[in-house]
């Protein structure tokens, strides 16, 4: 991209929140002319939302929890803070055809699905695990062997592995300790410290009011938004032909090719290692090919009545097609989506799984049968609107020794980098991870320059 200025040019690729942070961040240091390319018509990656009639919400669910520190310096940042709101929230379970509360030191007392003992140890098991300050070597322990050891080998089979079975699959059997612990770590921090309730946020207008606010932001930062770009390649000319001392980087979309000095990738890693041309067999490479992601497949209701109090329902049913039962509306007030109700059945799976051969229709009768299941009383005429969202690449698996197999901001090429989801760590996927990321990315990238001046 062409610019008049003295200023060096740099392409962030990926309009998710990653992408939105690290432009924002690159062109705030004065240092960069900025470009966000985005393939989709609109900012927002696995944060967009959808509309339907009067109902503008978030396509998938989210919500912010009060440690994320990051999180909410950028809702901050962008004027939104007036708009934050906390809500104590609900958690139910269901197995064995009982839907039961999960909300309370009562409600945990009254747990039907374990012994006193096996509350003790679970109880125990949670303080114990949230104390734990440096996860190192959970990465190196399968999450069966680390939850039997800590919470007692029935615990782990009547509650964690239902719970690990709807998450990951089959994957669970493969999955460190570790991605278990950032779970509890970040769901007890969502506790507050006087009654121990659940505190949850989120904007009022939800992520609609979040890009919004963000584009406005990166605009007036002076960064060029191109949506509707989706980028095909990456060519450094220095590879193509090393005799010319030409530093910039070239990138190819369907309509147009442009060039940068620098070029900050934000997208999957299958994609990222599809844009780059001339890529030799280099072990950074060879990393992120190793990276496995879990896809989701996301059933949205917009319903005209109330299921339950509770945000979301664990499920021990090891039956049910989805992942849990997310009640968006039991936190953002109905009056918020047009006195509606939005409810969200997930099912996050690997590639190979059979669900993802089946259409959206199918993958509807397929949820609602077991919703009803649940709800027995749940009947067609309750919902307003459904449909299905997919994503094949959102939850990077953390296998045994995953931290010694995260990839760094540099990679091979010079002046290309790469952040995206494969290096959280520590963290579940989430928002306020994904902003952490983006000023590690930011920070580095000018650093690299001042070490080279």
């Not at 259409?359 to 509807?364: L, P």
């Amino acid at each position: 991209m062409t610019n008049n200025t003295s200023k060096e040019t740099i392409a962030v690729v990926g309009g998710g929140m990653t992408g939105i942070a690290a432009a924002l961040g690159l062109a705030q240091s004065g240092r960069f002319a900025v470009t966000l390319l985005e393939k989709q018509d609109r900012l927002g990656g696995l944060s967009g939302y959808f509309q339907w009639q009067d109902v503008v919400w978030d396509r998938f669910y989210h919500v912010m929890l009060s440690t994320d520190k990051v999180m909410l310096e950028f809702i901050q940042e962008l004027g939104l803070a007036p708009e934050l709101f906390w809500c104590g929230t609900k958690s139910g379970f269901y197995g064995d055809g009982r839907l039961v509360s999960m909300s309370s030191p009562l409600d945990f007392l009254r747990f039907p699905f374990m012994t006193l003992w096996q509350k003790f140890r679970l109880g125990l098991g949670i303080l114990y695990s949230a104390r734990i300050k440096d996860p190192g070597k959970l990465d190196r322990i399968y999450v069966r062997e680390w939850l039997t050891r800590v919470f007692g080998r029935r615990v782990y089979e009547n509650i964690w592995d239902p719970l690990l079975r709807s998450k990951l699959g089959d994957a669970r059997e493969r999955t460190s300790a570790a991605f278990i612990w950032a779970t509890i770590n970040r769901l007890y921090g969502a506790r507050s410290s006087d009654n121990k309730q659940e505190k949850m946020g989120h904007v009022r207008g939800g992520y609609k009011k979040i890009l919004e606010a963000a584009e406005k932001k990166l605009k007036d930062a002076g960064v060029t938004i191109l949506t509707s770009h989706p980028v095909e390649k990456v060519i450094s000319n220095t590879i193509l032909n090393p005799s010319l001392n030409i530093k910039n980087l070239k990138l190819k979309t369907p309509t147009a090719s442009f060039s940068f000095d620098k070029i900050l990738l934000t997208a999957d890693c299958p994609a990222i290692l599809q844009m780059i041309e001339n890529r030799d067999s280099h072990p950074y490479w060879n990393q992120l090919e190793k990276v496995e992601y879990l896809g989701v497949i996301c059933l949205k209701l917009i319903l005209n009545r109330k299921l339950s109090p509770y945000y979301v329902i664990n499920l021990l049913d090891r039956q049910l097609p989805f992942t849990g039962i997310i009640e968006a509306t039991n936190i953002v007030p109905p009056k918020e989506v047009g006195g509606k109700h939005i409810v969200y059945l997930p099912k996050y799976l690997p590639a190979s799984d059979d669900l993802n051969r089946l259409s959206d229709d199918e993958i509807k009768d397929l949820f609602l049968a077991g919703l009803k299941k649940v709800y027995p009383d749940f009947v067609d005429s309750d919902m307003l609107h459904c449909d299905v969202s997919r994503e094949r690449y959102v939850q990077p698996l953390q296998e045994l020794n995953y931290l010694q197999r995260t990839s760094g901001v540099a990679t091979p090429i010079e002046n290309i980098f790469m952040v995206n989801t494969s290096m959280i760590y520590n963290s579940t996927l989430n928002n306020n991870a994904a902003i952490t990321l983006a000023k590690k990315a930011v920070k580095y990238i000018l650093e690299e320059g001042v070490e080279k001046a």
